[in-house]
């Protein structure tokens, strides 16, 4: 790999599909359910720390395959410091992830996850100096109050699972900013090949810290979440590649409908409506302002064979 010169981007983006970009984000939804399904299944036998530091250093047999595009790849050295923030970001919140999954019902972290999109509407603001209007405001607002509905402080108590989830979600959100800013600078493979890399060196450090003697069973299942989480990446990095955001977002909602057949079903969770309630609202909230500002910079800009003035 060679870092010669600073490029804006890879290649020009392709035309957007639609369909193929709805079809790689359910396929990205299955593959993050079945994540938490394995890690569920771990439970608190494992350090959090040893559990996101295994899942990474057992997926990196996955990465094979991505070697050769890695090799052919330019990076630049913006595009380095992308991979390493990107890195630590995502290293952050797998610890909280996996601590959180140990302790509260599969359907109420799918939910709370939904927050990372309005944490990165905010990034996005401050790092970018987009302008927060009227539109996001409102979908800032409903969204919390989504979250609130969810966790419903003072009617059920609050287990530090769901804090642990609330600062995942802004630590998953600087995550996904990057993947996206990247999306446009590097092939899919080079962008998950970097992340499965930079997250296990970073995590190594507080592993061997906590680490615990572990079983064929644990590190089975943590295999499993390996394989499913290097999966999830790669296919949602190829729906941010086929179809924009305003196509994919809606789709994320049949995560949570999964996420809480499988508490029910596998884990004996009971169903509750209001985290269903509360991720709709931040789904709608996201899915609004997502088609709303889709509109916007379509509106301005000037169609191929105009001029640009």
């Not at 020009?12 to 639609?18: F, T």
């Not at 927050?115 to 302008?131: D, F, G, Q, S, W």
């Not at 642990?164 to 900013?177: D, K, N, Q, R």
């Not at 305003?246 to 985290?275: H, K, M, R």
């Amino acid at each position: 790999m060679a870092a010669p010169t600073d490029s804006p981007s890879l290649t020009a983006r392709p035309a957007a599909r639609p369909v193929a970009g709805i079809l790689w984000m359910i396929l990205t939804g299955l593959c993050f359910v079945a994540v938490t399904a394995s890690v569920k299944m771990v439970g608190t036998h494992v350090p959090a720390g040893q559990s996101a530091f295994l899942r990474y250093a057992l997926g990196l047999v996955f990465l094979i395959p991505m070697w050769p595009a890695v090799r052919a790849a330019v990076i630049d050295r913006r595009t380095w410091a992308l991979f390493g923030i990107r890195g630590l970001c995502h290293a952050v919140a797998v610890i909280l992830w996996f601590f959180a999954m140990a302790r509260i019902p599969i359907a109420d972290v799918t939910a709370l996850n939904y927050l990372n999109p309005i944490y990165v509407m905010l990034l996005a603001v401050v790092l970018l100096k987009e302008r927060l209007g009227p539109w996001r405001i409102g979908a800032v607002v409903v969204a919390f109050l989504g979250t609130l509905v969810i966790v419903r402080p003072g009617f059920r108590e609050i287990d530090i699972g769901h804090l642990a989830m609330l600062f995942t979600a802004v630590f998953m959100a600087g995550s996904y900013f990057m993947a996206k800013l990247l999306s446009d600078r590097a092939r899919p493979e080079v962008v998950v090949f970097m992340l499965s890399v930079v997250v296990p060196a970073v995590l190594l450090p507080y592993a061997l810290a906590v680490w615990v003697p572990i079983g064929w069973r644990e590190l089975g299942w943590l295999s499993l979440t390996a394989m499913f989480a290097t999966a999830g990446h790669y296919t949602m990095t190829l729906a941010f590649t086929k179809a924009p955001l305003t196509v994919t977002q809606p789709v994320t909602f049949l995560q949570l409908i999964w996420a809480t057949l499988l508490g029910v079903v596998i884990f004996g969770e009971a169903a509750d409506v209001f985290v269903m309630l509360g991720g709709a609202m931040i789904i709608a909230a996201i899915s609004v302002v997502t088609w709303r500002e889709a509109r916007r910079k379509k509106a301005i800009t000037p169609p191929p064979d105009a001029p640009a003035t």
